[in-house]
C-alpha cells in the first residue's frame, strides 16, 4: 500500500530544522541533505530516537543514526570527544536532546499552519528495532536524510492515519 508523505512546504521545514539545529547546535555543518523515500514504518539501527506527539494529528519523529555518528554529534554538543562519553547513556540522553530540538523545531512549522502539537519526551534505543503505525491508508511518512561525513541521519515524520485525538 502506497502512504502519502507530507506537503513539500513541510518537507521543507523539516530540511530546515536539520540544518539549523545541527550547524547552531551540534556545530556541524551537513554535507547533504535530502528527502528519501520512507518506505517502512518498522526501523532496525543502532541508535533510535522515538518522540511521539498528539494533536491535531497524531504519530512519531522517528531519528536513527549509527552510533558512531550518534556520540560524534553529542560529543560536539557536549564540547568534548566521542571517547570521553563513556558508556552509550550519555551519548543516548544527549541524542535525545538532539530529537527533542529537531521535534521542536518542526512543531513550529506545525503550529504555524493552525495545528496543534504536543511532544512527548524523546526515548533512545540503542541497537533496537521499532514499529510504528503508519500502514494504513491516510497515514502519512517523510523522511530527511542528513548526510555528515559519509554517516547518514534519518529524520521521519510518521502522522498515524486516524487525524482525530
Do not use: Y
Request: negative net charge.
Amino acid at each position: 500500500m502506497a502512504t502519502a508523505t507530507m506537503e513539500p512546504h513541510l518537507v521543507e521545514s523539516l530540511q530546515q530544522a536539520a540544518q539549523e539545529i545541527l550547524e547552531t547546535m551540534v556545530c556541524v555543518s551537513p554535507d547533504r541533505i535530502e528527502q528519501v523515500p520512507e518506505t517502512t514504518s518498522t526501523f532496525t539501527a543502532e541508535v533510535v530516537g522515538l518522540l511521539g506527539f498528539t494533536g491535531t494529528r497524531t504519530g512519531n519523529f522517528v531519528v536513527r543514526a549509527p552510533e558512531r555518528l550518534a556520540r560524534a554529534m553529542v560529543a560536539r554538543m557536549l564540547m568534548t570527544e566521542p571517547g570521553q562519553l563513556g558508556d552509550f547513556a550519555a551519548a543516548a540522553d544527549g541524542f535525545g536532546e538532539l530529537v527533542n530540538m529537531l521535534s521542536g523545531n518542526f512543531k513550529n512549522a506545525w503550529v504555524a499552519q493552525g495545528n496543534r502539537m504536543d511532544l512527548s519526551v524523546p526515548n533512545v534505543i540503542h541497537r533496537g528495532t521499532v514499529h510504528v503505525d503508519t500502514e494504513h491508508a491516510g497515514a502519512q511518512r517523510t523522511c530527511v536524510r542528513v548526510t555528515i561525513g559519509g554517516d547518514a541521519l534519518d529524520i521521519g515524520v510518521h502522522f498515524e492515519a486516524d487525524g482525530a485525538e
